[in-house]
């Protein structure tokens, strides 16, 4: 069975500050791990996966295989980084590629 | 481009009816569409994988004769709750696997339903 946790609910950081939302996974094969982002009254969308190892509007994310973590990061946060993040695993072919997604974080960027 | 719509926003209906949300894929072809339920301020929790032309696959302890899902073109997958009932009331959300790749999946806005 395929699990995300994200263990805080609520981060809130100011402006200029660093920003670190926990993810922690659980799966037996390789996976694959994303970050999805859904900002206020807006659908959800893909921030960044761990494959591309790329850093999309500051944001970057390390798959640790030995810790079984994802965590996204932000060395200095914004105010439009506001939003609710979810972690989410996408397991084998076989199972369908289905996404699991973590309970989410709720950032709050104060000025 | 890769973008998915749902129809309705929202819907209000009464206990014991049936309604059908519609998922479009706008600009692309998703041979597989997903649905999702979130309740208030929790995750989203797949209810149902929809492959194009055959029978949905079912997440445990999703209703398979409830929740009524059919994806008869590469575009649109349909998903009708069926004899709705207040605890039915959420928000549902589908999404389509995308042209990239087979793990790009593209949100839909989501179906707020509140049975009344």
């Known amino acids: 069975a395929q699990r995300v946790t994200q263990p805080e609910k609520l981060l809130s950081v100011f402006k200029g500050a660093p920003v670190e939302l926990k993810c922690n996974y659980s799966?037996?094969?390789?996976?694959?791990l994303f970050w999805y982002v859904q900002y206020s009254r807006q659908r959800l969308q893909l921030l960044l996966r761990h494959i591309s190892r790329e850093s999309i509007k500051g944001f970057t994310a390390d798959l640790n295989k030995g810790e079984t973590s994802f965590h996204l990061k932000k060395p200095f946060a914004q105010e439009e980084d506001s939003a609710m993040y979810y972690c989410a695993l996408s397991g084998s072919k076989a199972a369908g590629n289905k996404l699991t997604f973590g309970g989410g974080t709720r950032v709050l960027v104060k000025p | 481009g890769a973008v998915v719509s749902q129809h309705p926003s929202w819907v209000i209906c009464k206990s014991g009816t049936s309604v059908k949300i519609e998922c479009r894929s706008l600009d692309f072809q998703a041979t597989t569409m997903f649905w999702y339920r979130q309740f208030p301020k929790q995750s989203l929790m797949l209810m149902a994988t929809?492959?194009?032309?055959?029978?949905?696959?079912?997440e445990q302890g999703v209703e398979k004769d409830k929740f009524l899902i059919n994806h008869a073109s590469l575009t649109l997958s349909t998903l009708t709750v069926t004899s709705a009932h207040p605890e039915d009331s959420s928000f549902y959300i589908c999404?389509?696997?995308?042209?990239?790749?087979?793990?790009?999946?593209?949100f839909g806005p989501g179906t707020r339903l509140t049975v009344t």
């Open positions: 799966y037996s094969g390789s996976p694959e």
């Open positions: 999404s389509a696997r995308g042209p990239l790749g087979i793990y790009e999946q593209y």
């Open positions: 929809s492959n194009e032309g055959s029978k949905a696959t079912y």
